[in-house]
């Protein structure tokens, strides 16, 4: 299999390193949760926590390899007047950054749970489990860039930009969560089709 298969199959690697620091790290307590059940926890799962910061910190990287092969992309059927193109490079950039932090901050949790002070360890749980704008204004800028370019260039089954847009903007909403498990599904779709299509064309 030539690179031009495999740059478009980092979205798969990307799903596949998030869904797994979601698995490895485990419930974790809620934001309220009292003082004793977050060190307990933390305490009770540090090597797993910094595992799980580098699934996300690796699946931030392949997303960014995906997401800049995709922007690569539309931006070519585009030209000049590539401005969704362009929004779809800067949300796939944020949403890595996104996905980076959050890596950094279970990671961190994990290897020093034994080592700070108990407030400090919860105010980094709480960062973990709040901080998610850089993540929903990256998926939404991303998809609604991704989508409004699809639309227009057919570079993509139509249906996939109609449905990038219908996600960009639940990501924009409370609703968000939903945005982004769909971002996942819509990653995995669309790795698959742009591999497809580099092993169908000629080297």
């Known amino acids: 299999m030539n690179a031009k298969r495999l740059v478009p199959l980092s979205g798969v690697v990307a799903v596949g390193c998030i869904v797994g620091a979601f698995a490895v790290g485990g419930e974790t307590p809620d934001v309220d949760a009292s003082l004793q059940d977050v060190v307990s926890f933390y305490t009770d799962h540090d090597s797993d926590q910094q595992f799980a910061g580098l699934l996300l910190a690796l699946g931030s990287l392949f997303f960014l390899f995906f997401s800049t092969n995709v922007a690569g992309l539309l931006r070519r059927a585009q030209g000049?007047?590539?401005?969704?193109?362009?929004?779809?490079?800067?949300?796939?950039?944020?949403?890595?950054?996104?996905?980076?932090?959050?890596?950094?901050?279970?990671?961190?949790?994990?290897?020093?749970?034994?080592?700070?002070?108990?407030?400090?360890?919860?105010?980094?749980?709480?960062?973990?489990?709040?901080?998610?704008?850089?993540?929903?204004?990256?998926?939404?800028?991303?998809?609604?860039?991704?989508?409004?370019?699809?639309?227009?260039?057919?570079?993509?089954?139509?249906?996939?930009?109609?449905?990038?847009?219908?996600?960009?903007?639940?990501?924009?909403?409370?609703?968000?969560?939903?945005?982004?498990?769909?971002l996942g599904i819509w990653t995995l779709i669309v790795s698959v089709m742009l591999s497809l299509r580099a092993g169908a064309e000629p080297a």
């Not at 929004?87 to 961190?108: D, E, K, P, R, Y």
């Not at 998809?143 to 639309?151: D, F, K, N, P, R």
């Not at 924009?172 to 939903?178: H, I, K, L, Q, V």
């Open 80 to 182: 000049e007047t590539g401005g969704s193109s362009a929004l779809s490079f800067g949300g796939g950039v944020m949403f890595s950054v996104g996905v980076a932090i959050f890596a950094g901050i279970a990671f961190t949790l994990g290897d020093a749970a034994d080592d700070i002070e108990p407030a400090a360890l919860q105010a980094l749980h709480v960062l973990g489990e709040d901080m998610f704008f850089p993540l929903a204004v990256g998926a939404a800028a991303f998809l609604l860039g991704s989508g409004i370019a699809i639309v227009k260039t057919a570079t993509l089954p139509k249906w996939l930009g109609w449905v990038a847009i219908v996600l960009g903007v639940v990501a924009a909403t409370p609703a968000g969560f939903f945005a982004f498990m769909g």
